[in-house]
T-cell receptor
Framework: DAGITQSPRHKVTETGTPVTLRCHQT?????MYWYRQDPGHGLRLIHY???????DKGEVSDGYSVSRSKTEDFLLTLESATSSQTSVYFC???????????FGPGTRLTVT | AQRVTQPEKLLSVFKGAPVELKCNYS??????LFWYVQYSRQRLQLLLR??SRESIKGFTADLNKGETSFHLKKPFAQEEDSAMYYC?????????????FGRGTQLTVWP
């Protein structure tokens, strides 16, 4: 597996609370991505980053923000968690534009 | 517009039978396509990329530009092939080159 870790791996939180998920890579890859995985929807892109402090929105970005202050870390924040954000969140990295991506182990988030 | 379509949500075969997981795409340029596999509650793993034309775990996939398809095939399915399979398209034409994923096909191989 590529050197990608995610923390926490599991989290249960209450509606309305902020939550931050962390993705950490040791591959020095430029591109990093956050996806959510839901039954019947597959993988949907939330946000991505193409360098330190360079981020942009994906297709389901409402209610989420990201930050990348170092090459190795990409943080996903749910500003005020809702039950619709209960999902499995995957981080991915790639070394070059448009090439294959390598995935982290995922974070299972439950919002009650 | 959906760029990658996997028409089968679920697919079941018996061990030893051939298996084909369908993937169709829409893309105006020259596509780059991938297959990813996800075993139960694990991370997604890259299975195949069309440009390398390699065979991994007995799986192959051929890009058919005329039919805009990239179907995944294996002549003799094994129980350990049971997993979720995702087809993905690289959008090299955009500035940032993201991947578009299909919705996935859950393959079950019965003993």
């Amino acid at each position: 597996d590529a050197g990608i870790t995610q923390s926490p791996r599991h989290k249960v939180t209450e509606t309305g609370t902020p939550v931050t998920l962390r993705c950490h890579q040791t591959e020095n890859h430029r591109y990093m991505y956050w996806y959510r995985q839901d039954p019947g929807h597959g993988l949907r892109l939330i946000h991505y980053s193409y360098g330190v402090k360079d981020t942009d929105k994906g297709e389901v970005s409402d209610g989420y923000s990201v930050s990348r202050s170092k090459t190795e870390d990409f943080l996903l924040t749910l500003e005020s968690a809702t039950s619709s954000q209960t999902s499995v969140y995957f981080c991915a990295i790639s070394g070059s534009q448009g090439t294959e991506q390598y995935f982290g182990p995922g974070t299972r988030l439950t919002v009650t | 517009a959906q760029r990658v379509t996997q028409p089968e949500k679920l697919l079941s075969v018996f061990k030893g039978a051939p298996v084909e997981l369908k993937c169709n795409y829409s893309y105006s340029g020259s596509p780059e396509l991938f297959w990813y596999v996800q075993y139960s509650r694990q991370r997604l793993q890259l299975l195949l990329r069309h440009i390398s034309r390699e065979s991994i775990k007995g799986f192959t996939a051929d890009l058919n530009k005329g039919e805009t398809s990239f179907h995944l095939k294996k002549p003799f399915a094994q129980e350990e092939d049971s997993a979720m399979y995702y087809c993905a398209l690289s959008d090299r034409g955009s500035t940032l080159g993201r991947l578009y994923f299909g919705r996935g096909t859950q393959l079950t191989v019965w003993p």
